[in-house]
């Protein structure tokens, strides 16, 4: 992680507390049960008092960022006084919003440029609620999406795809045009093995391969109905070159690398990279050659 | 009780039997097709949990596991949004200014009267009073459509309802879009003048190649006239500005691909397939069963044609088929009044006529003409109350559901389709309506059923297209 925010950076990032309700069978920042916000506050804190006035882009993140009650409040605050153009990206599980008087206090706290990062694992509850590895959580984030986008936030879907769902990634964007078509974008994700994902790679992990043709549908989808679409840490070569458009360079400089490879691959400057903290790659990676 | 040894529930559901499928629609317009014999497993409780089968099933909030408030939530916003054109009540409002025009249409279905002909104008002080029964809709946008006859014989009372509509406005503040029909055969300087002060929408028609269109018309010129204003409107106005209807004559019905291609050849890349109304001179030329048989044919092929055209990679899109997939793949609405439930007269559309009555819908005026005024909802000069509150419209308001009509209440295309008293009345005598004689039916029927067999067979290739017209 960065010691100092700066502007254009991806990586200027708050991490409130390790908590969370939900225990993602692939998280890659595994949650603690016991509370740890005031260990990271006096850090945050900092990052934030020593930023770039001119810093563009902060992420919230966890753990689930809204346990911390009227911490997260106090950075978000912070975040918008100290850097007045700063959209901020709130990562959470959603779960939280599904509460009307949590959300009613949200709204009035939450007065600056905001993006909702949240993930949705499935089209039913039931692959839902195994991958988060919490019952209800479904249900609850459903609630929150619904209660947020009726206030208008602009809000980022994010489905990380694996095992469990890589055969329903189209049904997931009908669902998603049919219940939660107010959402501003929708990002495909491709896991870093790390955390629980390593320890449950067998019973997580999909190579592209298996998913591409119905990744390439669930986009079609999403496009044409006009909700944006990005894919996130898949890179160029494991893609067909009609979603190359959609790929974004979305990993961090400071946790991106390359393999040997790669070095002559012509793609290299658009690919979004591998996550150097992965302990596993696709077999298939290979150089593109034009 | 059904025993289920799944303990799955249900949620309320239809069902019907395309080809060798079933296809299964719940309360929101969320659809499955499944092999035979699906909903008599899933209402005995034996779909199996580990299959796609019942992820699919909860998806489409057909079966749930339990009845929980978060679902109850997410359905109620669903059924909220799929009955949101009743949000703001009446938006379209069509003032027949005249009912006076210079064609002859085959198909004429507003019993158009020569151009020279006397009293058929709408008064000054009815087209006022109709002005301010407008206003007082609730809805905050409006549609003002001027319509015929020949709207472009009456330009002055064109140009008075405009500027009384300005007038009124200041104080009402609505937002308001104004749509001329006419057939552009004498579309004057004048005319141009006001369309381009006031943002006027051009609607006209066209029905394709010139031997057709002017065969329709029943006046030689036409199709060349038509031509010439739309160039002139085009560079005046702007090329989105004029959009055409089409209306399928029989003899239309032997040329899908030449009025397609007509359409292209003038730079439109948008075609709304229109069979005729059973109204005004329309009424007596037809065996109405055979018309819609091969009606049928005619749109399947266009429809065909224009999805090739898609595929070739030209943007060409069939509005009738937009309107229908965009009730089956979004949670949205459509503002197409023919098929809303609650019904689209008075709910969307009213008209105000030239004889200075207020009529349920363009249909229902039309009637009039014919002597019966089954369909009048009272005098311009009456209370805005009493036309659209009044004992009329409540009596209407108990047959114009597909919900709880006969023959809808429990038909699976019951969330795509609309209910027509007006329709129901001119063809068979009540308001009510029967559904298994039912022309009406038996056409949107057909064409559901079609297209859910063009989902089944062609979806990955069909869909990106008719999406992509649907969000355009």
């Given at each position: 992680?960065?010691?100092?925010?700066?502007?254009?950076?991806?990586?200027?990032?708050?991490?409130?507390?390790?908590?969370?309700?939900?225990?993602?069978?692939?998280?890659?920042?595994?949650?603690?049960?016991?509370?740890?916000?005031?260990?990271?506050?006096?850090?945050?804190?900092?990052?934030?008092?020593?930023?770039?006035?001119?810093?563009?882009?902060?992420?919230?993140?966890?753990?689930?960022?809204?346990?911390?009650?009227?911490?997260?409040?106090?950075?978000?605050?912070?975040?918008?006084?100290?850097?007045?153009?700063?959209?901020?990206?709130?990562?959470?599980?959603?779960?939280?919003?599904?509460?009307?008087?949590?959300?009613?206090?949200?709204?009035?706290?939450?007065?600056?440029?905001?993006?909702?990062?949240?993930?949705?694992?499935?089209?039913?509850?039931?692959?839902?609620?195994?991958?988060?590895?919490?019952?209800?959580?479904?249900?609850?984030?459903?609630?929150?999406?619904?209660?947020?986008?009726?206030?208008?936030?602009?809000?980022?879907?994010?489905?990380?795809?694996?095992?469990?769902?890589?055969?329903?990634?189209?049904?997931?964007?009908?669902?998603?045009?049919?219940?939660?078509?107010?959402?501003?974008?929708?990002?495909?994700?491709?896991?870093?093995?790390?955390?629980?994902?390593?320890?449950?790679?067998?019973?997580?992990?999909?190579?592209?391969?298996?998913?591409?043709?119905?990744?390439?549908?669930?986009?079609?989808?999403?496009?044409?109905?006009?909700?944006?679409?990005?894919?996130?840490?898949?890179?160029?070569?494991?893609?067909?070159?009609?979603?190359?458009?959609?790929?974004?360079?979305?990993?961090?400089?400071?946790?991106?690398?390359?393999?040997?490879?790669?070095?002559?691959?012509?793609?290299?400057?658009?690919?979004?990279?591998?996550?150097?903290?992965?302990?596993?790659?696709?077999?298939?990676?290979?150089?593109?050659?034009? | 009780?059904?025993?289920?040894?799944?303990?799955?529930?249900?949620?309320?559901?239809?069902?019907?039997?395309?080809?060798?499928?079933?296809?299964?629609?719940?309360?929101?317009?969320?659809?499955?097709?499944?092999?035979?014999?699906?909903?008599?497993?899933?209402?005995?409780?034996?779909?199996?949990?580990?299959?796609?089968?019942?992820?699919?099933?909860?998806?489409?909030?057909?079966?749930?596991?339990?009845?929980?408030?978060?679902?109850?939530?997410?359905?109620?916003?669903?059924?909220r949004?799929k009955k949101s054109f009743l949000d703001g009540f009446t938006s379209l409002h069509i003032f027949v200014l005249t009912l006076r025009c210079?064609?002859?249409c085959?198909?004429c279905q507003a019993t158009s009267q020569n151009k020279d002909c006397v009293n058929k104008d709408m008064k000054i002080e009815d087209l006022n009073k109709a002005i301010s029964l407008m206003l007082k809709s609730p809805n905050p946008h409006i549609t003002m459509e001027f319509q015929g006859g020949e709207s472009s014989l009456v330009p002055s009372l064109v140009e008075h309802a405009i500027l009384e509509t300005e007038r009124q406005n200041k104080s009402v503040g609505k937002e308001i879009k104004y749509v001329i029909c006419t057939n552009?055969?004498?579309?004057?300087?004048?005319l141009?003048?006001l369309c381009?002060k006031y943002n006027v929408f051009v609607s006209?028609s066209?029905?394709?190649?010139?031997?057709?269109?002017?065969?329709?018309?029943?006046?030689?010129?036409?199709?060349?006239?038509?031509?010439?204003?739309?160039?002139?409107?085009?560079?005046?106005?702007?090329?989105?500005?004029?959009?055409?209807l089409?209306?399928?004559?029989?003899?239309?019905?032997?040329?899908?691909?030449?009025?397609?291609?007509?359409?292209?050849?003038?730079?439109?890349?948008?075609?709304?397939?229109r069979?005729?109304n059973p109204y005004g001179r329309a009424k007596?030329?037809?065996?109405?069963?055979?018309?819609?048989?091969?009606?049928?044919?005619?749109?399947?092929?266009?429809?065909?044609?224009?999805?090739?055209?898609?595929?070739?990679?030209?943007?060409?899109?069939?509005?009738?088929?937009?309107?229908?997939?965009?009730?089956?793949?979004?949670?949205?609405p459509i503002g197409f009044v023919d098929l809303q439930s609650p019904a689209g007269i008075i709910n969307s559309v009213v008209v105000y006529n030239y004889d200075g009555y207020v009529y349920c819908s363009d249909e229902s005026r039309m009637m009039a003409e014919s002597g019966d005024f089954t369909f009048r909802l009272g005098k311009v000069s009456d209370k805005y109350e009493d036309i659209f509150y009044g004992k009329k419209a409540q009596a209407l308001s108990r047959v114009w559901a597909t919900e709880y009509i006969?023959?809808c209440?429990?038909?699976?295309?019951?969330?795509?389709c609309g209910a027509d008293p007006v329709r129901n009345y001119s063809t068979q005598g009540d308001w009510y309506g029967h559904?298994?004689?039912s022309?009406f039916?038996?056409?949107?029927?057909?064409?559901?059923?079609?297209?859910?067999?063009?989902?089944?067979?062609?979806?990955?290739?069909?869909?990106?297209?008719?999406?992509?017209?649907?969000?355009?």
């Open positions: 992680m960065t010691d100092k925010f700066i502007k254009g950076s991806n990586n200027n990032i708050i991490y409130v507390t390790s908590c969370c309700t939900n225990r993602c069978i692939m998280c890659c920042q595994p949650p603690l049960d016991e509370d740890d916000s005031t260990y990271h506050y006096k850090r945050n804190i900092n990052l934030i008092d020593t930023a770039d006035p001119e810093t563009d882009y902060v992420c919230i993140t966890g753990g689930e960022p809204t346990l911390s009650g009227d911490l997260l409040f106090d950075y978000m605050h912070r975040i918008w006084d100290k850097m007045p153009n700063s959209s901020i990206h709130l990562l959470t599980n959603g779960r939280s919003f599904a509460n009307a008087n949590y959300v009613e206090k949200f709204t009035k706290e939450a007065n600056g440029k905001l993006f909702v990062g949240i993930p949705l694992h499935s089209d039913n509850y039931a692959d839902h609620d195994v991958i988060a590895g919490a019952k209800g959580s479904f249900y609850a984030t459903l609630k929150g999406l619904h209660n947020l986008g009726i206030l208008g936030f602009e809000i980022e879907l994010r489905v990380i795809i694996l095992k469990q769902n890589y055969k329903r990634l189209d049904k997931i964007a009908e669902f998603i045009t049919r219940n939660l078509p107010f959402v501003a974008q929708v990002s495909f994700m491709g896991l870093e093995v790390i955390g629980y994902a390593e320890k449950n790679y067998s019973k997580v992990w999909m190579d592209s391969e298996c998913f591409t043709i119905n990744l390439a549908r669930a986009i079609d989808i999403l496009d044409n109905s006009h909700i944006q679409t990005r894919i996130f840490n898949i890179p160029h070569c494991l893609l067909p070159t009609a979603l190359w458009p959609f790929a974004c360079k979305s990993i961090s400089e400071w946790k991106k690398t390359n393999l040997g490879i790669c070095s002559n691959c012509s793609m290299i400057d658009e690919c979004c990279g591998l996550f150097s903290t992965s302990k596993r790659y696709s077999a298939n990676l290979k150089p593109i050659i034009r | 009780m059904i025993q289920r040894n799944n303990s799955y529930r249900l949620l309320p559901f239809k069902f019907t039997h395309i080809g060798n499928k079933e296809l299964i629609v719940n309360e929101v317009g969320d659809y499955l097709f499944m092999p035979n014999g699906t909903v008599q497993r899933v209402i005995s409780g034996s779909v199996n949990r580990n299959t796609e089968e019942y992820r699919d099933l909860l998806s489409k909030f057909i079966i749930c596991d339990s009845y929980n408030d978060i679902l109850q939530d997410v359905i109620a916003t669903r059924i949004t210079n064609q002859k085959v198909y552009i055969i004498h579309f004057s300087e004048e141009l003048n381009e006209t066209l029905d394709g190649p010139e031997s057709i269109h002017d065969s329709n018309r029943g006046v030689s010129g036409s199709y060349k006239h038509f031509v010439d204003s739309l160039l002139r409107i085009r560079e005046r106005l702007g090329q989105d500005r004029i959009s055409p089409m209306t399928t004559s029989v003899l239309s019905l032997n040329y899908p691909i030449e009025i397609v291609d007509s359409y292209r050849q003038l730079s439109f890349h948008y075609i709304f397939l069979p005729l007596e030329n037809e065996d109405w069963n055979l018309y819609f048989d091969k009606f049928l044919e005619f749109y399947k092929k266009s429809l065909d044609y224009i999805l090739l055209l898609n595929k070739r990679g030209e943007f060409f899109v069939e509005g009738f088929t937009a309107m229908v997939m965009k009730k089956i793949l979004t949670p949205f006969a023959g209440s429990d038909c699976a295309f019951q969330q795509y559904r298994p004689s022309l039916c038996k056409f949107h029927k057909a064409v559901f059923e079609y297209l859910f067999e063009l989902i089944d067979r062609r979806g990955n290739e069909v869909l990106p297209i008719i999406r992509r017209w649907i969000y355009d």
